[in-house]
């Protein structure tokens, strides 16, 4: 494959329930945020390009905290800007709508940025660890689209995901024989207890067990080119669907697209498989773990002691 693969990362959000923007918080020994983990592990896993999808809102914040250490770590840097009115000809912003349109809006967003490279796509505010991103560039680096799409997700462990302090969402993923994936069901009350790890979708009232080893998407995605023109062509029907149920609210999720191009037999997503710990902060409860976890990775000599870049 003669195009490298590229690293996207989706930065829009402004992180409702941990409160402020996550994305530039420091958590390192340092001051890092943890998306200078997330640039440090992509890079020496073989990335040299990275297109960031921000706001116009935090556009300087972002540019002088995160950018600029990315040009340090010697990535070439793009932007791409995810605004409510970037939408299909014909379609208008609902009156009151504020809320970002999805993840798979913020691809499409991305277009121009990304051009006919193969791509990962990870979120601003999740640590992933090395292995993912070696997996994710060594698959993009040496797979293309045949009679099929050659996708690839990076799947984590749901033991390695979960949070104390407070329920999470994850896609809880089925695979094949061959490792492909076929299916992914959002489950949004994931919580631990003391028996194991357990899911609601009626608020509480019931639950029901999962596996700490079932594997779930954490948004560490590699497409080829392919995928944002299903996305582009799926967008204004989806609109067209939601807008006049749920005109504030609906999202154009990424994973939708995916879900349709198996359906549509058109895909093959590669599920590989991560036995990192994955780290996040969902709740500011979160923060101190990440910051212990992130400075005995230190420690230990997976980071520098100092400044990664």
Not at 16 to 35: C, H, N, T
Request: hydrophobic share 40%.
């Amino acid at each position: 494959m003669s195009t490298k693969p590229i690293l996207v990362v989706m930065a829009a959000g402004m992180g409702s329930r941990y409160g402020g923007l996550k994305q530039i918080d420091p958590v390192g020994p340092s001051g890092e945020a943890i998306l200078d983990y997330s640039l440090y592990d992509a890079r020496r896993a073989g990335f040299e390009t990275v297109v960031f999808i921000i706001k116009h809102e935090i556009e300087q914040a972002f540019k002088e905290a995160v950018g600029a250490r990315a040009l340090r770590a010697g990535f070439e840097v793009r932007y791409a800007y995810q605004q409510l009115d970037k939408l299909p000809e014909g379609f208008t912003v609902p009156e009151g709508r504020v809320k970002p349109w999805g993840t798979a809006h913020a691809i499409l967003v991305a277009e121009q940025a990304i051009g006919d490279a193969p791509f990962a796509v990870i979120n601003a505010d999740d640590y992933y660890g090395p292995q993912g991103f070696r997996l994710v560039y060594d698959y993009l680096s040496t797979h293309a689209d045949g009679d099929r799409y050659a996708w690839a997700m990076v799947g984590f462990l749901l033991g390695n995901t979960v949070s104390a302090n407070g329920s999470v969402s994850r896609g809880v993923c089925v695979t094949d024989a061959q490792h492909n994936l076929v299916s992914v069901t959002e489950r949004t009350c994931i919580e631990p207890y003391d028996g194991g790890i357990h899911y609601s979708e009626d608020g509480g009232k019931s639950w029901c067990d999962l596996p700490a080893d079932a594997v779930v998407s954490m948004n560490l995605w590699g497409f080829t080119p392919g995928y944002v023109r299903d996305a582009k062509a799926g967008f204004a029907a989806f609109l067209k669907e939601n807008l006049p149920v749920n005109p504030l609210k609906c999202e154009y999720y990424l994973p939708a697209v995916v879900t349709a191009a198996l359906q549509r037999g058109e895909a093959d997503v590669h599920v590989l498989t991560s036995a990192d710990k994955w780290h996040g902060i969902t709740y500011r409860e979160d923060k101190p773990e990440l910051v212990a976890a992130l400075k005995q990775m230190s420690e230990a000599g997976l980071y520098p002691t100092d400044r990664l870049f």
